[in-house]
């Protein structure tokens, strides 16, 4: 029979023991932090030196200098630094927060609005732990240095589980076995501070140790959470004890290939050393084949002057025997540019990044969007998977935080406020720790990041919805919009509002629709006129309808034989356009006025209008065109307006 080993909550570490682990561990952990440090130097460029130029093209007198001979010991390297865009890039692809969302425990109405009110609870603790920056810093550390780590803490004032994004050089985690191998056991963060920074966190003045400042160890683990500040007589200045199924921290792995430091550009520094030598060297043979060298034949017969060169240089007299030397220098640049090409592709196919990402250039005479998806494939193969074992993480940290909030010392019953915005709205609730009830199931997503931009988004979207492959609701989610029910549902308000707007105007001009039973038609008409076949009426005994877009005697009240006009209508009054434009008036910005015919005669065939604000355009178009399909709409101001024009709104 197997035998379990029970650990004893209560047995915490103290301030010496935790120590003593974060020395061994930091031996154990020396070649990863000597492979952040080389990455980060060769991210920030290898300056040997702070506050001096990495570029010395010259000396005191504005001579070039060639870097050869003890030259290339000196502080006169030129870096090409192709690195860091590359780690930029990838840091834009990975330093945003994905949607998270805790899934329902099923799909009736209480499971489903539990769900929401989680999923809030998650996106409020992202925004409470300013999570859009901290982000941010993940992106940088897990393209540069190859990992990450995500520690959870609770908040005391707040008696909230707020995230900290932790720099992976200063972390040194223990990991569990089996199938929990990516699991954290115990994790110890060391880092140093200034002494009166300490002093204002804490309350006390310690002494500084490490090159003048005061080290600070914060060990975690499923059992505790102690900080101990100092080495030679630590103290314990914050505590906490807990009895959790997990240690609250997540480590992240750039690459999943069983170790550390799993740098994108740990295959290029090489690469880079080769390119900057390269750089380097046709920088000097474009000095040597810039200047020429100067010889002088049999000094004795030349003058004593030093020699002057360049425009309006005096000339040298010579002796019998005397001459000056100027000859040409030979040497072709050719093959060293080629190999710096070279370099530079290698560099990106062994960073896994692309051309047309770094340059924005791609070798194509036809650049669409499709090719330059094509050229970025290997990379977005690569950007997918670097985000599966992000979402993993992040994942995991949600579940965490729900548990925590749920079951950690001075949280569980106490209500709180939750904020942010969830499918395009902001919510403001409050929600205690026994809403979670032991339910911690989470799901994360982004968005497609490389390939297509939105107005390809747009056009994929629009066809597939068209091509009835999905709904629209799956249509405005490919386009980006965050809550596509109630982008939907402010759709259809539009479309209602824009409905009443026509049907009003409509009703101005044609006078409604006719009585039951018939009666005169509006415009002082005698009857409703015969139908087309020659009849009095419809069949079924109704009068034929009328064209209430067209105003009297334009539509369907013409005498037979008379026909519609072409073009315009005709007969548009001032009076029509007034009452038309009083449905919009009390929404109007500023003012409108009519010119043109109508503002001269009362009456004509074209509606001109003038506007004072640009934002009443589209409230008075879609009413003017009621009236006339081709309505004139201009933006001007009052102190511009025309003598004869005539305000009407």
Known sequence: MATVELINPN??????????????RKVDFAPRDRAYEMYNNYYRGKSQSVGSPSVLGANSQGRPLLRVGESMNRERVYSSQRLAPIVDDKQALLGRMPASRV??????????????LLTKYLISTHELSAMDRQQAEMGFYLPCLGDGCYVLEVEPDLRRVVWTVVDPSTAYPSFMSGYRRYDILDLCVHYTMDAWAARARWGKKFEAEDQGRVPVTIYTSRYQRTVVVGKSEPEVVAHMDW???????????????????????AQSLVQQDALDFLMNLFMDGAVQNTYRIIGVRNPLSVSGEPIQVGPGAPPVPLGVDGDIIV???TGDLH???????????????????????????????????????ALQGPQAT?????????????????AMTLEMQEKAPLLGDHEFEIYGRYKGAAFLQKMSG??????????VFWEPVTGMNLQQKTAVAYEGKMAKLWSGHRAMEIAGVDDPTGMQRQIEQETIAEAHIQAEAQGIMGGGQPPPGGGAPPGGQGGAPPSASGGGAAPGGQSPPLNIARPAGLGADRAPGQGLPTGVPQGVSREAVQKALGIVAPNLKATVAIVGEIAQKGEGKHIEVLVADFRDVPRVTPILRALDPNAKVSVKKESEWPTDAIRVA
């Not at 199924?245 to 290939?257: G, H, I, T």
């Not at 290698?346 to 070798?363: C, K, L, Y």
């Not at 998977?385 to 940290?397: D, R, S, T």
Request: glycine share 8%.
């Open 327 to 329: 000859p040409n220098t």
């Open 11 to 24: 047995a915490a570490l103290g301030p010496y023991e935790i120590l003593e682990i974060l020395d061994q």
């Open 382 to 398: 690569r950007v997918e998977l670097n985000q599966a074992e992000l979402g993993a993480a992040i994942q995991k940290a949600n």
């Open 335 to 373: 093959s060293i540019t080629f190999g710096m090409q070279q370099l530079i592709s290698d560099i990106n196919v062994a960073t896994g990044t692309s051309q047309v990402r770094q340059e924005g250039t791609m070798h194509s005479s036809i650049q669409t969007g499709r090719a330059a998806h």
């Open 434 to 443: 026994k809403d979670i009830d032991g339910w911690y199931r989470t799901s």
């Open 243 to 265: 009895n959790l199924k997990f240690c609250p921290a997540v480590w992240v792995y750039n690459k999943v290939n069983g170790q550390m430091a799993n740098s994108d550009i």
């Open 103 to 116: 899934e329902p425990k099923d799909q009736s109405a209480e499971g489903v609005t539990n769900g929401e």
